[in-house]
């Protein structure tokens, strides 16, 4: 018995526009490039639209329902499901339809594609739990199974979701940490009793990925037939093949010219010739199998490059300082309560950011091996840190506005009640909609009545208030 | 291998990147066992191992002392420079004012008559004050020819209206040569595209930059320094080819941002009373220094002291001068209009006539400290690569090609 456990991961980021110096207190919206370039958002979730997923979703849903036995996962960034959303409502109907049929699993992920984990367990925290509700309100269902941004994994990652009810998660299967075992066994992570670890055959994986449409490649032109092949000749050395990789490697990383699409096509059916071979998904691999021993990685492990790291997003020092600066502003953000600052700051999180100003491949002359829409790693630091600084901007207006507010909210109750009513402009109602994402009591709050007492003490003061004036 | 070189320039004299391009190439070619016999229009200091020729010495008159070749090769053709035509019975000399462009045609005349006399295999001349004088050796001698472009009349113009002089030099001796070598893909495109020349017959080999041992210098404008002024320095001539206007203007959008920027200016050139001209009516006098022109030390101190440099030309065929500060630790911004922005990634880069992005970049460089920290170090790192060892191995290639499908 040998099952393969395929899942596609599906995301794209909110780019941020060319933003200059001047336009820091000028200019709130970072992401509205619209200039049909590499920067321009709409035009790239239209374009792979239209190269990935339009075709690879009409190729899966045949497979779906030619083949009852076909299984396979998705994970989806929120960013990405916002867009589709937004840009190509179309094609998150055609991902529903997909997950409709009971045999696509969806992934535990974070919202906003970020490295939290490795930053702030809390914020991590909660865009996880935005992600599930998320993935409930447009496909029903809850994950069971966690993969982190870039498969990054530690053993304190995989301890978290034990104790947040995951079933299992998602990692590398690295030499490093498996010595001579093989990746296609479950796995356990030390300190753990319940959870199991699902490894990605790189080697497997990345044949398709990476290597696929390579013409140098020893094995190109690579059938369905002998890729089923290498799959079923794991019989009697393994239980699952996990084939981990992005979900835009069908069209968008291997054009359709490279023959994906009919590769696509007839594998499952090839893999599943051989009589013992079949699908499954990763709650139903983590089910099916015991634990083969324990997979300790007490350093960050990842899916990329060869050294498996996190190199390529915090592997510089601009790239640290970014990153450093976007998390220094965790508390201040929050305590603004304010929807949108909390949203920006969290589309700031995502890990693409940091990957345009790697410049690992400047050594090496690979250029082409890193893809951004940035001139250079240079530009997108640049830019990247001239929004951040804007977004602090903000964050300090709302946060003066509130201690103003109250502070003279104070100064009145002390004074008199006679004081003539005022315009309150300043004054911020923290909604339901506002505070969504935060946690009735976060831990950096000092006083979580603290807003609504002072708001409960105005309305004493000024007892008629616009609706229109509510939010600003 | 045995090459005879022309030149205009060389070290220690005080002068721009050509003599500095040559001297770094004439010693790693000598390390790699080309031979190489220099010849120079006009006696002089020299340095490094190469055995050197003086044309003036050969035809018995000199340059005269004050005779400023400074920046020669770089003015228009018609420029006047002193020469000893000969000397009186008295014994001293007779002075004649004559063209660089009758100069070049003098050199071109030695050149002749010192090939017939040499022994080599074949012939390398650098930029346009030699190309005649490379021109002639190989037709006295019938050897291959190399010319070098270090710079071209388009460079110097800053755009297509150049001397016309110059371009016809360039042009036919760019037909007659066998191999014409460009600094960078930037200088091969105008050679191709402008000059019209066969792309098959034109090289690019990049310039090195010697890894010098860098050590610290007692700092200048402490006191500006002091009073937590940023400085911003632009070092170069002042010509139009330099596009320290540019720099200027976007002088002026960062100062609007943040007065405590100051500019320094170092260098000298036939813009320079338009620049303090523009200085002034753009209200900038309190934010922009000129320096004059710096050598040696205290330009070294000038780049150690500066927080960021900016190289603004407006075409520049390669652009020693940001590795320079590179060197010394301080990164830069250079022009895209330049052949260092194809080897130099550490670094930001715009287009020259773009003054907003210019002034964007200024001002995030000084606010965000760690971009330019990095630039510093991976830049260094990048610098070990650029050396004029790999220079001289291209040539060396190049030379044994020709000599090997020489047709004699």
């Known amino acids: 018995m040998l099952t393969v456990c395929p899942y596609f991961h599906v995301h794209q980021p909110y780019r941020v526009k060319k933003y200059r110096v001047f336009d820091i207190g000028e200019d709130t919206e970072y992401f509205n490039d619209a200039s049909g370039t590499d920067l321009d958002n709409r035009y790239i979730v239209e374009k792979v639209a239209e190269k990935s997923y339009r075709p690879t979703n009409k190729v899966l849903k045949e497979l779906l329902d030619k083949h009852p036995e076909f299984r396979f996962n998705l994970s989806f960034s929120g960013t990405v499901l916002d867009q589709f959303e937004a840009y190509a409502p179309d094609v998150l109907e055609s991902f529903q339809e997909l997950v409709a049929t009971g045999r696509v699993e969806i992934l535990a992920d974070t919202y906003h594609h970020s490295l939290a984990f490795f930053y702030s367990v809390p914020e991590f925290k909660r865009q996880v739990q935005k992600h599930e509700r998320r993935i409930k309100q447009l496909f029903g269902v809850k994950p069971r199974v966690f993969r982190n941004t870039e498969l990054s994994y530690r053993n304190d990652l995989a301890k978290w979701c034990e104790d947040n009810g995951y079933l299992g998660i998602m990692s590398e299967g690295w030499e490093k940490y498996l010595g001579w075992r093989s990746p296609n066994y479950l796995y356990q992570p030390p300190g753990c009793s319940k959870i199991k670890v699902l490894l990605k055959n790189y080697k497997l994986s990345d044949d398709i990925a990476f290597r696929f449409g390579n013409k140098e490649w020893k094995d190109w032109p690579l059938s369905a037939d002998t890729y089923a092949d290498w799959i079923n000749s794991h019989h009697g050395n393994g239980q699952t093949v996990n084939l981990f990789m992005d979900y835009e490697s069908f069209g968008e990383h291997q054009w359709e010219d490279t023959g994906i699409f009919e590769f696509l096509k007839v594998v499952p059916e090839m893999i599943m010739r051989h009589p013992d071979t079949s699908f499954k998904t990763a709650t139903e691999t983590v089910a099916a199998y015991e634990s083969a021993g324990e997979y300790d990685v007490p350093d960050i492990l990842t899916w990329a490059d060869t050294e498996r790291d996190l190199t390529a997003w915090i592997g510089n020092d601009i790239q640290r300082d970014a990153i450093k600066a976007a998390y220094s502003m965790e508390e201040d953000v929050m305590k603004t309560r304010k929807r949108d600052l909390i949203e920006t700051w969290r589309k700031l999180q995502t890990s693409d950011h940091f990957y345009y100003m790697c410049t690992k491949w400047s050594n090496d002359g690979d250029v082409h091996a890193y893809f951004s829409p940035y001139k250079s790693p240079y530009d997108a630091y640049i830019t990247y840190m001239n929004a951040l600084s804007d977004l602090k901007l903000r964050v300090a207006h709302v946060l003066k506005d509130k201690e103003t507010v109250l502070a003279a909210a104070e100064q009145k109750i002390e004074k008199t009640k006679e004081t003539k009513p005022e315009p309150s402009d300043q004054v911020d109602i923290p909604s339901k909609e506002d505070v969504e994402d935060v946690p009735a009591s976060p831990p950096t709050e000092p006083d979580p009545g603290f807003f609504k007492n002072a708001w409960d003490r105005l309305k004493k003061i000024f007892p008629v208030v616009s609706p229109e004036r509510k939010s600003t | ?408």
Request: proline fraction near 3%; glycine fraction near 6%; include cysteine.
């Open chain 2, 1 to 408: 291998m045995k090459v005879l070189t022309f030149s205009w320039e060389y070290p220690p004299a005080k002068n721009g990147g050509l003599g500095v391009a040559c001297f770094g190439l004439t010693r790693e070619l000598l390390a790699h066992g080309v031979a190489v016999t220099l010849v120079l229009p006009k006696t002089q200091e020299t340095r490094g191992d190469a055995r050197i020729l003086f044309a003036d010495t050969e035809r018995l008159v000199k340059m005269g002392e004050n005779a400023d070749l400074l920046f020669g090769p770089y003015n228009q053709a018609s420029t006047m420079i002193e020469s000893i035509i000969g000397y009186d019975a008295t014994g001293r000399p007779i002075y004649q004012a004559r063209t660089i462009l009758e100069e070049a045609h003098r050199f071109a005349h030695q050149a002749a008559l010192i090939a017939k006399m040499e022994d080599f295999d074949v012939i390398h001349a650098h930029d346009w004050t030699s190309y005649l004088a490379g021109v002639a050796a190989k037709i006295s001698s019938g050897k291959q020819l190399v010319l070098h472009v270090h710079a071209t009349s388009f460079d110097q113009a800053a755009s297509d209206n150049v001397d016309p002089s110059i371009f016809k030099i360039e042009k036919e001796a760019f037909e007659l040569a066998d191999k014409v070598v460009t600094v960078s893909n930037f200088t091969r495109d105008i050679v191709v595209n402008k000059h019209g020349i066969d792309p098959h017959k034109v090289e690019v080999v990049h310039n090195g930059c010697d890894a010098e041992e860098v050590r610290e210098l007692v700092p200048t404008l402490v006191e500006l320094k002091r009073q937590g002024k940023k400085i911003v320095l632009c070092h170069g001539r002042i010509s139009i080819q330099k596009g320290v206007d540019y720099f200027v203007r976007a002088a002026r959008l960062v100062v609007d941002v943040d007065p405590d920027v100051v500019f320094v200016i170092s260098g000298w050139g036939d813009m320079i009373t338009q620049v303090i001209e523009q200085v002034g009516a753009m209200g900038l006098s309190e934010n922009v220094r000129f320096a004059g022109a710096l050598w040696e030390e205290d330009r070294d101190r000038m780049y150690q002291s500066a927080d960021l440099f900016v190289m603004p030309s407006v075409s520049e065929p390669f652009g020693l001068v940001p590795l320079e500060a590179l060197q010394h630790g301080t990164s830069s911004i250079i022009s895209k209009q330049s052949g260092v922005a194809e080897v130099l990634t550490h670094a930001l880069k715009v287009d020259f006539w773009d003054v907003d992005e210019m002034a964007n970049q200024i001002l995030s460089a000084l606010r965000y400290p760690v971009v330019r920290e990095q630039m510093v170090t991976e830049g260094r790192l990048q610098l070990l690569g650029m050396t004029w060892k790999i220079a001289a191995q291209k040539v060396k290639h190049l030379y044994q090609h020709l000599v090997q499908y020489a047709v004699s």
